[in-house]
């Protein structure tokens, strides 16, 4: 079996796709990585916002709520798949190309935005209303509750939700790979799946699960690391 394991080593077609692996891995860390900062950037303060105008007592904000929370959903629901197909045009006139890591990123963020702002929501919703009672009782404003109260308490859960979202995002960047959007996606369908190469798709599940595990033990240390509950217990 070593023999065997040896010779499909050396052969000349592996040190071919082997260079594409490495390469198309820094590409989908590259779109995870991007996506990322975009959807903490922007699914955060929507987040935010969904907390805070829901069961407001002024009408247009409350309808307000209900529009974007109707916009969230609809987004969240949506296939990936067919996500990135409609958003083509877009992708189009925005990068220029409809294919390619950066025309991608585009449907990524689109996708994870929405999912990432109703997580941000209910890590909001976990924090017990008297510690936010306490400090309007004090005269903080609203925007230094968020900031000061708000933020930090949900912390812990913040990041785990982002944790949860990045793997998801690593996923969405293989079904974008079928669209030649790049990443390991693109070389598990073009030489692994209509090539016949089924050691290329072996590896590349092999890289998204060991990517996959690493992102969530990261994840996972670093809730626990501003987690002020974990450290009193």
Do not use: C
Not at 39 to 44: D, F, I, P, S
Not at 112 to 137: C, D, H, S, Y
Not at 159 to 188: D, E, P
Request: net charge positive; aromatic share 8%; glycine share 8%.
């Amino acid at each position: 079996m070593m023999d065997t394991l040896q010779e499909w080593l050396q052969n000349p077609l592996f040190h071919r796709w082997e260079d594409g692996l490495w390469q198309n891995t820094l590409i989908t860390l590259y779109m995870t990585a991007v996506t990322m900062a975009l959807t903490v950037v922007l699914g955060l303060p929507l987040g935010v916002a969904l907390f805070e105008t829901d069961g407001s007592t002024s009408r247009p904000v409350r309808t307000v709520n209900q529009v974007v929370g109707f916009i969230v959903n609809v987004l969240r629901s949506f296939p990936f798949f067919i996500l990135i197909i409609a958003l083509i045009p877009i992708t189009s006139a925005v990068t220029g190309r409809s294919t390619g890591p950066n025309a991608a990123m585009i449907a990524l963020t689109i996708a994870a935005v929405p999912f990432a702002a109703r997580l941000f929501e209910l890590n909001l919703r976990e924090i017990p209303a008297g510690k936010i009672e306490a400090v309007q009782m004090m005269g903080a404003s609203r925007w230094q509750i968020i900031r000061q109260v708000l933020i930090p308490e949900a912390l812990p859960g913040i990041i785990g939700s982002i944790t949860t979202t990045k793997i998801a995002v690593i996923g969405y960047t293989a079904m974008a790979g079928s669209v030649n959007a790049g990443g390991l996606g693109q070389l598990a369908y073009n030489r692994g799946y209509t090539g016949y190469q089924t050691e290329v798709i072996i590896a590349t599940v092999v890289l998204l699960v060991i990517i996959v595990i690493l992102v969530q033990l990261l994840g996972s240390r670093l809730a626990t690391a501003v987690d002020h509950r974990a450290r009193t217990a």
